[in-house]
């Protein structure tokens, strides 16, 4: 069965540094991964997206990620956080139409 | 264009009765997903509707049905509604198979169970 696991629950930087979001996942096959974000009382967007190919992936809103086989990983990474990227952030996969998420990472922006 | 509609916004139930929650897919799009979105649980798979065949079901019991109609939009039943019911429903749509198309999410209907 697939599995995200998001190991951290609450990460908080300050405006301006640089972010990592860990990610690492469970799936038989090359996965299909996706990062979302959730602001307070809205719906999921997506940010990026890997299906094959080259293993770092550009995202929206200056994210990117890179998947890494090896270790079953697939990090978000933002070079300068800005205060608007406060949110929840959600690593996913999917299969067959079934996506499963990571129980989320909680991004707080200091000023 | 108009993104992925959910209606109601809020519902209040109480243990026992049945809930309806509506979603309209964008247009041209023909697979319709519900998710579960319950404090302290995350996100979870509930079902995939694609041209009106339910084609993946999450871990969730029976009570817990839908359907998908010919104009694509979707409808979410919950029955004998239980107090850990209560959460936020999303609906996304995506041009058929997702994982490899892009789902887009609705802003929720929060459920709430007395």
């Known amino acids: 069965a697939q599995s995200v696991t998001q190991p951290d629950i609450h990460i908080t930087v300050s405006e301006g540094a640089s972010l990592e979001l860990r990610c690492n996942y469970s799936?038989?096959?090359?996965?299909?991964l996706f990062w979302y974000v959730q602001s307070p009382g809205q719906g999921l967007q997506l940010l990026l997206k890997?299906?094959?190919?080259?293993?770092l992936v550009q995202g929206i809103k200056g994210f990117e990620a890179e998947f890494k086989r090896s270790q079953s990983s697939f990090n978000l990474r933002k070079p300068s956080v800005h205060w608007s990227d406060a949110a929840e952030y959600f690593c996913?996969?999917?299969?067959?139409?079934?996506?499963?998420f990571g129980d989320g990472t909680t991004l707080t922006v200091k000023p | 264009e108009a993104g992925v509609t959910q209606s109601p916004t809020h519902l209040i139930k109480t243990r026992g009765q049945q809930a309806t929650l509506r979603c309209s897919p964008i247009?041209?799009?023909?697979?319709v997903y519900w998710y579960q979105q319950a404090l302290g649980l995350g996100l979870q798979f509930l079902l995939w509707?694609?041209?009106?065949?339910?084609?993946n079901r999450g871990n969730f019991p029976p009570r817990f049905s839908g359907r998908q109609f010919p104009n694509y939009s979707s409808e979410l039943n919950v029955n004998a509604l239980e107090l850990e019911d209560s959460a936020l429903y999303l609906c996304?749509?995506?041009?058929?198979?997702?994982?490899?198309?892009?789902?887009?999410f609705g802003p929720g209907t929060r459920l709430t169970v007395l």
């Open positions: 996913a996969v999917d299969s067959r139409g079934k996506s499963t």
């Open positions: 996304a749509s995506s041009l058929g198979l997702a994982g490899y198309n892009e789902q887009f």
């Open positions: 509707y694609d041209e009106g065949e339910e084609r």
């Open positions: 799936y038989g096959a090359t996965p299909y």
């Open positions: 890997y299906f094959s190919g080259d293993t």
């Open positions: 247009s041209g799009h023909t697979s």
